[in-house]
């Protein structure tokens, strides 16, 4: 198989995963015929994220279904796989699964070491068929990075700055995927905006693997606990629409293939997703 075509540009949304399931459908509908190349869900909380992408899948026709990210705690590898391999070949060719590790607080006593536990993940999964070019890995550091390269299709980072993505092209090299998650705040108040980025990072603060990548990308202890505006700035696009599209060229131009946009601020509105989208595919394509 190859890897699936996902387009320049996608949308991550949690409304699509866990809102109402005929509205989510039609939402992504819409949000195909706009010209997106790949809608990403989120799946970490639970087991249940293979039948949305089911869901999706038959909601739409040509655009890419994709997770951001699987929770490897959550699935057992051969199972997942085989799941896969129960979707028709048309299916197939649109789904791309996101794979990752999660957190060690949000897991407990049960917690291993991050690259052993993936790369346990992997033989499983790969081993009972799965093709690596339907799968990517949620990395943020060398390691992972270049694990993702070694043995997917790429890298899916998330909450990462276009220097980031400079990063890790370097490490994955040329022809791997490179396909960065970015927060956009369509919000033309600083304040509000501001008080939107506090809302979203509040509890990826917390968790050890997010704070340091940020020390990595030059970030301080101090920064990262007040939530400083150099760090919000650096992981949102905040303004109007053609913040957003500057954002997604400054990703690109750092190496990226695809940038999926997570619009943060719809509070479970599928109208507000919807219409947030339609303002960014009016400057993006």
Known sequence: MTVPKI???????????????????????????MGFGTIWIPGGIDDG?????????????????????????????????????????????????GIGVSHGPLIGEA??????????????????GMPADNVCLAALGPKMLALSG?????????????SHSAEARAILGPDKLLAPEQGVILETDPGKARELAVEALAHYRELPNYR?????????????NDLDDRLLHALFAMGDASRARERVREHHAAGADHVCMQVIGCNGSFDALVEKCRQLAKVLF
């Open 49 to 97: 994220a293979p039948g949305d992408v089911e869901r999706l899948l038959r909601a739409t026709s040509t655009i890419t279904i994709a997770t951001g990210i699987l929770n490897i705690w959550k699935h057992d590898p051969a199972e997942l796989a085989a799941w896969f391999a129960g979707l028709a070949a048309d299916q197939q060719a649109r789904t791309l699964l």
């Open 7 to 33: 387009g320049k540009v996608g949308i991550w949304s949690l409304e699509l995963r866990f809102g109402d399931p005929d509205e989510s459908s039609r939402a992504a509908a819409e949000i195909e015929k």
């Open 212 to 224: 340091n990548n940020w020390h990595r990308l030059g970030f301080t202890e101090t920064e990262i």
């Open 111 to 128: 917690w291993a070491k991050p690259l052993a536990k993936t790369s346990a993940f992997l033989d499983g999964f790969l081993g009972a």
């Open 150 to 162: 070694e043995r997917t299709a790429g890298a899916h980072p998330y909450l990462v700055s276009p």
